[in-house]
């Protein structure tokens, strides 16, 4: 059954990755989105030396979530052309390899976005990065909570007519606490501040990430149906 | 002496009913095909004829009756869904996946054995093999009507729900489907058809069942053909 499982999820990862390395219809307008985005602020703000790295932190994350809130109805476009949401619906696969395989999708965006705007801050303001590895699993731990809800909810304005209209407002309040944890912890790991409460925020990220993710495998089946 | 078995009921509807905004789509439908079974299903536009092979399908959430696939099992199992193949209005293909990588990926949605080969059998028989390469959008429209047939079969389900099948294919998909419909029936599987043209289908004798503003009102066998002005001609059997 797990292989199954597996199996499952693999063929539609796989069917997604195809489709968009033909398409190009979501990363490129991730990138250049979220280029545009750390551009305008990361030339247009006058900040003093000593506030770039708390400031980095918070204007990487806006980034990531303006940018992925505007391309994420793209994200399940393919599926609602000529009806391949409804056929996906229908497959004899549990609804959480499903979840699953378009969560990692939307992660792998998201991950590429956040190398070359994290990249482009670091370098544009000369930050050095002490801890790269926490560094690291803040932005996995943010991601996979980020694109855990917002899998969710593109479902259900997938299978929703006039359903983008709702993503905003229903997913930036539950984007809120993972932006407002991530965002501090990255600041913090940026200004290589307090350990100890880097180690606090990480956790309130791994806790959020748990909870969207169990969420998300009970909740896509019914977030599936038209 | 030889005894005639009664063939297996495969699908079954009992007290089906569905609203969509308040209206009233579908009300007390009571229906059921066995083994060998072909039915059409007749009506004018807005009748339910769609609406109700998605409640036969499993396509949308039953809001009334119930719908028994096979063995007393619910239509909404997993398992179950194996078992039926709905050939919708939309093509349900990808448009940036070739046919037969779209077909693929439905055969592994399904669990098929060896998926490939079956594909390339599928592709074959549907006479798609010079288009199996092909995007969708580069497709007539009567090839794509026979990808997404194909796309919806691939799983060999036994029985068959063909929304409006025959729109966009020529005399010769007619006849092609005709065929598979005719070979599907006599292997032992059943096909419920819903279609505004009885004509393409008058040689398959068909149980005709008509549907008026989502209620059954009519059931006959179709016995003959199209009558000179245009309506097939049908005779009711005891």
Not at chain 2, 24 to 27: A, D, F, Q
Not at chain 2, 90 to 98: G, M, V
Not at chain 2, 133 to 139: E, F, R
């Given at each position: 059954m797990i292989r199954t499982g597996v199996l499952n999820w693999w063929w539609v990862l796989q069917k997604d990755l195809r489709i968009e390395s033909r398409a190009w219809r979501v990363w490129p307008r991730l990138v250049a989105l979220g280029l545009s985005i750390t551009f305008l602020f990361g030339y247009g703000l006058a900040l003093p030396p000593s506030l770039l790295p708390t400031i980095a932190g918070s204007l990487c994350w806006i980034t990531v979530c303006l940018a992925s809130l505007l391309t994420l109805s793209e994200n399940n476009m393919s599926e609602k052309d000529h009806g391949c949401w409804a056929a996906l619906s229908q497959?004899?696969?549990?609804p959480s390899s499903v979840f699953l395989a378009k969560l990692t999708a939307h992660a792998i965006g998201l991950a590429i976005l956040q190398s070359v705007v994290a990249g482009f801050l670091l370098v544009l303001w000369e930050i050095p990065v002490v801890s790269p590895l926490r560094l690291l699993s803040v932005m996995l731990l943010g991601n996979l909570a980020l694109s855990a809800i917002g899998t969710v909810v593109g479902a259900v304005a997938t299978g929703t007519r006039n359903g983008q209209g709702i993503l905003a407002l229903v997913l930036l309040p539950l984007w809120i606490p993972v932006l407002l944890g991530a965002a501090k912890a990255t600041s913090l790991i940026l200004s290589d501040e307090d350990a100890e409460q880097v180690w606090r925020w990480t956790q309130f990220l791994a806790a959020c990430a748990t909870v969207y993710l169990a969420a998300g495998i009970m909740l896509f089946e019914f977030a599936m149906e038209e | 002496m030889r005894v005639d078995r009664p063939s297996p009921t495969l699908i079954q509807a009992a007290g089906l009913a569905h609203s969509i905004s308040g209206r009233?789509?579908?009300?007390g439908i009571d229906f059921a095909m066995n083994a060998g079974d072909c039915v059409l299903i007749l009506g004018p536009n807005g009748a339910g004829k769609t609406t109700l092979l998605k409640c036969l399908g499993g396509a949308v959430r039953l809001q009334a009756g119930s719908v028994i696939v096979?063995?007393?099992?619910?239509?909404?199992d997993r398992s179950t869904r194996r078992m039926v193949g709905l050939v919708a209005h939309?093509?349900?293909?990808?448009?940036?996946?070739?046919i037969r990588e779209n077909l693929l990926f439905a055969a592994r949605m399904y669990q098929v054995r060896r998926p490939a080969t079956h594909v390339a059998r599928m592709l074959d028989d549907s006479g798609l093999v010079h288009a199996a390469?092909?995007?969708?959008?580069?497709?007539s429209r009567g090839m794509l009507r026979r990808a997404a047939i194909a796309r919806s079969l691939v799983h060999a389900p036994q029985v068959w729900l063909l929304d409006?099948?025959?729109?966009?294919?020529?005399d010769e998909g007619c006849r092609w489907l005709e065929t598979r419909i005719r070979r599907h029936c006599r292997e032992g599987g059943c096909c419920c058809v819903t279609t505004h043209r009885r004509d393409v289908f008058e040689t398959l004798r068909a149980r005709c069942l008509q549907l008026r503003q989502g209620r059954l009102v009519a059931d006959r066998r179709q016995v003959s053909g199209v009558a000179t002005s245009g309506e097939p001609a049908h005779r009711e059997v005891a």
């Open positions: 497959y004899p696969v549990a | 009233t789509v579908l009300s096979g063995d007393d099992r619910r239509h909404s939309e093509s349900r293909l990808y448009e940036h996946l070739t390469s092909a995007l969708p959008v580069h497709l409006e099948p025959a729109a966009g294919l020529d």
